[in-house]
């Protein structure tokens, strides 16, 4: 059973700035893709920023160019660094891992951007 478990939400004000991370119970680099997923209230989960096993990134549009997505192998940990973040950012963020045909969630971390 991998387990992840998230930390660094909190609240920020509009243009801000925070980083996230997701700690594996698991050696990260064997993950065949992991990634960081958000669900705001009233809303369906997105996917936000992922890293494939081969180091291939993707970003949904609305984060592009604010948010950065890097893991370091050592540490067996997935970050996500956000800037310049916005009140529509406001959302439950999730680490979701997949390793061979099984999903693995954490438990959530809450992101506030008042504006």
């Known amino acids: 059973q991998v387990q992840l478990l998230e930390s660094g939400g909190g609240l920020v004000q509009a243009g801000g700035s925070l980083r996230l991370s997701c700690a594996a119970s698991?050696?990260?680099?064997?993950?065949?893709?992991i990634a960081w997923y958000r669900q705001a209230p009233g809303k369906q989960r997105e996917l936000v920023a992922g890293i494939s096993s081969g180091g291939v990134l993707n970003y949904v549009d609305s984060v592009k160019g604010r948010f950065t997505i890097s893991r370091d192998n050592a540490k067996n940990t997935l970050y996500l660094q956000m800037n310049s973040l916005r009140p529509e950012d406001t959302a439950v963020y999730y680490c979701?891992?997949?390793?061979?045909?099984?999903?693995?969630w954490g438990q959530g971390t809450q992101v506030t951007v008042s504006s």
């Open positions: 698991t050696d990260i680099f064997r993950i065949n893709f």
């Open positions: 979701g891992a997949i390793i061979l045909s099984s999903n693995y």
